[in-house]
Nanobody
Framework: QVQLVESGGGLVQPGGSLRLSCVAS????????MGWYRQAPGKQRELVAT???????NYADSVKGRFTISRDNAKNTVDLQMNSLKPEDTAVYYC???????????????WGQGTQVTVSS
């Protein structure tokens, strides 16, 4: 089993910053891509940012220049630094990781339980 646990959500004013963290634990041989998605009320879940094990990153256009994704391969963690937050960034943010549990097995996508980010004055 693999568990992903997010932390760092909360309430912040427009223009403020938050840092989300996610740690993967359990039976892990290797982690490929890690990332963050979000889902606002009444909307579909959408990609925010992803990062490969080699450090290549990809961002949604709506967060480019404001959000930065990073990871620590030794600690199995992925962070999301969010700056210049806007009300439209309000959503539940989910961490995801593409995990290979044992050598030679097929990687599987795991998801965290989500953390609420609310941007409001």
């Amino acid at each position: 089993q693999v568990q992903l646990v997010e932390s760092g959500g909360g309430l912040v004013q427009p223009g403020g910053s938050l840092r989300l963290s996610c740690v993967a634990s359990g039976s892990i041989f290797s982690i490929y891509a890690m990332g963050w998605y979000r889902q606002a009320p009444g909307k579909q879940r959408e990609l925010v940012a992803t990062i490969t094990s080699g450090g290549n990153t990809n961002y949604a256009d709506s967060v480019k220049g404001r959000f930065t994704i990073s990871r620590d391969n030794a600690k199995n963690t992925v962070d999301l630094q969010m700056n210049s937050l806007k009300p439209e960034d309000t959503a539940v943010y989910y961490c995801t990781a593409d995990v290979q549990q044992h050598r030679g097995t097929i990687p599987y996508d795991y998801w965290g339980q989500g953390t609420q980010v609310t941007v409001s004055s």
